[in-house]
Every structure is written in structure tokens, then in C-alpha cells.
């Protein structure tokens, strides 16, 4: 890869922010353009997830933008987080765009709240929502079911992944959970949503907004902030692949996408899970960041359970996950808050440091259509 990301902004996260989507997504991209020293009439690419609700042109119309030469979206949700940032990459490389800025804008907590109950007009719908699998919890719920009767995982298991990501955020000041852990009996205690998933089992619902921007590694070097390269960028989707939930795939208790994802950003980046300093795994849902760690190839399957014992995924462990407490602690902005967190990991400058200069691994929302991100230093 010869491109980088040159520059990180979001607003604050809240639970209502009193603004539209638009002014989040304007707001964002104009920190991001400052943090690198650059102007909106710099920008010649603009990357959005489908369900974005805000339009290129609009946002390129607030900021005074002018000219663009590339603008796309990418679907599946929050399955689209590191993918926009693979195509800004793709763009740079091939001349198309010099600047990309990558964003995503949502009133997710005071308007459209994606855990209530909602028909999508896609025709896969009519296969779970008739049986009562209405929201992205009921959905992930059976997975995680099946996982526990295969692998012999427990409530507590997926609990200590929540215990963890709420220590994180806890000295973190930007996360909504600032200065509020929880402990296993928390957790325990916490009301179900849709066995075996408890309150605590699942990702915020937050306002926010957060961009990223993307140009090529010769110029992010001559940029205001210290550029985080990217090493690898990957896409993927698994064999009977449909949202949340697949139902016809010879194990239900596995997340193939996130395979087929991180093969490519092994081979592409040439590190190996072992050199991973810390992963930035999407954790709409505890379950699915026990699964997301064994199809990774940090451990083998079922043995997740036996990583996350003991703090091995806390700050100390042995694979610190989500330093900035994810969307379990932090927010939920569809991932790219992680993205953000991943390059203040490689620039050291993270409230939560994780030492060492090896490779930032990111990864977006499984159980969809999926994408990931190696990150590391300009070394």
C-alpha cells in the first residue's frame, strides 16, 4: 500500500445531540481536514456507508469542497467501517483522488435506532423477521446460542469481553462510559434482551459523527500529523452470507466473513496475529468478539473463552482489545470511532497507549458483509 491516513475528527458522542446528521458529518470532516493541515478545497474524493443520510454533494456543498473527482458508498451496514477506507486507498493509488475523506454521521440514539425492530425492503427479511428475528440482538442471539452449545462458552464469558471494553472507557473522556467500569456481577445482573444476550451483551446506540482522511504516503509525510501507513486493507464475504444471522451454512457458531477478511490482510501486510500490538475489533455484540478472535487466527475455535480469562484482552493482557473502550464503552458511529482510536495507537498519542510500534489491527461489523485495516507507524 502507498497510502495513509493524514488526519482523524469526530464531535463529541452523546445520546442526543441536538443537531442534524449533516452538521455531525460537516463538523467531523472539518476536524479531520484541520488534525492534517489540510483545507476543504483540498479534498477530491468523498466515501460514505450506504445508510449514511447524508449526500456527497451536500456535505461537499457545506464545506465549500467544489470539484470531486470520486465519490462511492459501501453497504451492509457497519459491516462498511474499514471498506470506506479501503476504497479511499484504492482511489489514491490509482490517481483518480489525491485527498479522500471518509465519514459517517448518525442520530442513532435521538432518531432511527437501529436495535428496534424494523422490516427491511430486502427480500432476505421474509426468511427470519415472520419468526420473530426482528432486531440485530434476536438475530445474534441464536448464533451466539449455537457457539455456547458447541464451544461450551458461557454468559460470563461474554461478559468479561463487556467488563473489559467499560474499563477501557472508563479513563477514556471522549467515551459516554467515562469514569463508569462495570463488574461481572453487573453484567449479571443486567436485564435480558434476547437470551443469551443481556443489556450489557450489547453496543450503545449513540449520536455522533466521525471522518478519517485518506492521500498517499508521500504526501501524508509532509502533513501536520504523523501519518498512520496502511499496511493492508481487505473486503469479504462468506458462503451463504445474509445479515446477522446466516442460516444456511454448514455451522451457524462461525463468522466466515471476517475469514475471508483476514486472510487477505495477512497476506497483504505480511504480519502474522502474533505481531498485532492491538486489535480494534468491532463489538456490536460480546459473542461476536469471541468469534472475530478466532477467525482472526489469535486462537483457535472455541478457544476464545480461554484467551479473554484472566484480563487477556485488557490493556496488560496478552491481546489488548479496544483501548478506547469500543461501542461497548466509547460510541457507536458504525465503527470508524475505532478507526480513529487505531491511528491514534500507531501516532502514540492514545489516551489508553498500548507500547510498542507493532501493527494496529481494525476490523468492522460481522455477521454482514465485512471489511479490515492493518495499521501501523511510518517507520
Known amino acids: 500500500m502507498t497510502a495513509a491516513i493524514a488526519g482523524i475528527g469526530a464531535t463529541e458522542f452523546s445520546k442526543d445531540s441536538g443537531r442534524s446528521e449533516l452538521r455531525l458529518a460537516v463538523e467531523a470532516i472539518r476536524a479531520a481536514l484541520d488534525d492534517a493541515g489540510l483545507r476543504p478545497a483540498d479534498v477530491s474524493g468523498l466515501c460514505t456507508f450506504t445508510m449514511d443520510n447524508n449526500s456527497e454533494i451536500a456535505v ?11 465519490l462511492t458508498r459501501i453497504g451492509y451496514g457497519g459491516g462498511a467501517a474499514c471498506a470506506v477506507v479501503q476504497q479511499a486507498v484504492l482511489a489514491v493509488d490509482a490517481g483518480i483522488a489525491d485527498v479522500v475523506v471518509c465519514y459517517r454521521a448518525l442520530n442513532e440514539r435521538s432518531g432511527r435506532r437501529f436495535g428496534q425492530a424494523y422490516v427491511s425492503p430486502d427480500p432476505d427479511s421474509g426468511w427470519h423477521v415472520p419468526m420473530g428475528l426482528a432486531t440485530p440482538a434476536a438475530q445474534v442471539a441464536m448464533v451466539a446460542r449455537r457457539y455456547m452449545h458447541e464451544h461450551g462458552a458461557t454468559g460470563d464469558d461474554f461478559g468479561r469481553v463487556s467488563v473489559a471494553m467499560r474499563r477501557h472507557a472508563a479513563t477514556n473522556p471522549h467515551a459516554w462510559f467515562h469514569g463508569r467500569p462495570i463488574t461481572l456481577d453487573d453484567h449479571r445482573a443486567s436485564r435480558w434482551i434476547a437470551e443469551p444476550l443481556r443489556l450489557l451483551d450489547c453496543c450503545q ?53 471476517i475469514g475471508v477478511v483476514a486472510r487477505q490482510l495477512w497476506q497483504r501486510s505480511g504480519f ?52 478506547h473502550g469500543g461501542q461497548l464503552g466509547e460510541a457507536y458511529i458504525h465503527g470508524m470511532n475505532g478507526i480513529a482510536e ?22 468492522a461489523g460481522t455477521g454482514v458483509p465485512t471489511s479490515g485495516l492493518v495499521l501501523t507507524p511510518n517507520l
Open 60 to 70: 461537499a456543498r457545506e464545506l465549500g469542497i467544489g470539484e470531486l473527482t470520486f
Open 205 to 257: 446506540e449513540s449520536d455522533g459523527a466521525v471522518a478519517v482522511v485518506v492521500t498517499s504516503l508521500e504526501r501524508a509525510r509532509d502533513l501536520a500529523c504523523p501519518p498512520a501507513v496502511i499496511a493492508a486493507a481487505a473486503q469479504g464475504s462468506g458462503p451463504g452470507q445474509f445479515v446477522m444471522t446466516s442460516y444456511y451454512r454448514s455451522s451457524t457458531a462461525t463468522l466466515p466473513e
Open 272 to 323: 502474522r496475529p502474533a505481531d498485532v500490538r492491538t486489535a480494534i475489533l468491532y463489538d456490536h455484540f460480546t459473542p461476536y468478539v469471541l468469534m472475530q478472535l478466532e477467525e482472526l487466527g489469535f486462537c483457535g475455535p472455541g478457544e476464545a473463552r480461554h484467551l479473554i480469562a484472566g484480563g487477556g484482552i485488557e490493556i496488560d493482557g496478552r491481546l489488548p482489545v479496544n483501548p
Open 342 to 363: 487505531a491511528v491514534r495507537q500507531v501516532r502514540g498519542t492514545a489516551v489508553n497507549q498500548v507500547p510498542g510500534d507493532g501493527p494496529v489491527l481494525v476490523t
